[in-house]
């Protein structure tokens, strides 16, 4: 069975305004003026909670490991408590996702966003039951680069590695293809923009329209 996997934050979904507000929530409490930028800090965002936290922190002078993994999981609590205020789905996601699914291309999520994060996300959103399976950061020991996540996502949903590749947008998402042996394609409408070809992946799309054909060309 032929297999698509996707990360979420900034593959599927632009989410760096909610985890940016949820970071500069933390800020404000700690009485820090640091403050991280919707716009300009956007690829920190999707690198996660503490890669805010520690970008924040060291821009006041005021970084220290205790500290991010204190305020890590009030982040967490805050974003979750409004983690769809400024989401979006990138356009043409559903519908590409929708295409896959109806020519037998089986789909799921591998993500470093906790499971329970991404399963609500994906619910408020309505599009959890477009797909069959979803590993977060927490569902295993390990997260990417690692690959297991990803071979475990494909093995739920029944497909076989050697026919399967991952749809991402950062260095992350191309280590853990590259650790799986499998094509990996980055997106270049996220914070990094044409950057992502310097990471060498295997196939890149503008926008997801250009999904379907690149996956067919690198999975038999």
């Known amino acids: 069975m032929r297999t698509v ?4 934050d900034g593959t599927l979904a632009d989410t760096s305004g909610d985890l940016i507000a949820a970071a500069n929530w933390c800020f404000s409490e700690m009485g820090s003026q640091a403050r991280l930028d919707t716009v300009d800090d956007a690829s920190t965002a999707f690198r996660g909670a503490r890669a805010m936290l520690k970008l924040g922190l060291e821009r006041a002078g005021a970084y220290e490991a205790e500290t991010v993994e204190r305020w890590y999981p009030q982040l967490l609590a805050a974003y979750g408590e409004a983690i769809d205020v400024h989401t979006q789905l990138y356009p043409g996601a559903v519908e590409a996702v929708a295409a896959l699914r109806n020519d037998g291309w089986r789909v799921g999520i591998c993500t470093n966003k906790p499971e329970g994060l991404a399963e609500t996300l994906l619910q408020r959103l309505g599009v959890r039951d477009l797909f069959g399976a979803l590993i977060g950061a927490d569902t295993l020991p390990v997260r990417k680069p690692d690959p297991l996540p990803y071979t475990e996502v494909v093995a739920r949903l029944g497909g076989d590695v050697g026919r399967s ?8 998402d191309r280590k853990t293809a590259a650790a799986a042996k499998v094509p990996c394609i980055l997106v270049t409408f996220g914070p990094d923009g044409e950057a992502v ?8 799309i503008g926008h997801f329209d250009e999904l379907h054909g690149e996956v067919a060309r690198l999975v038999s």
Not at 165 to 172: F, H, M, P, V
């Open 5 to 8: 996997i996707f990360d979420l």
């Open 165 to 172: 590749c991952l749809i991402g947008d950062t260095d992350t």
């Open 197 to 204: 070809r310097d990471l060498g992946p295997e196939g890149l």
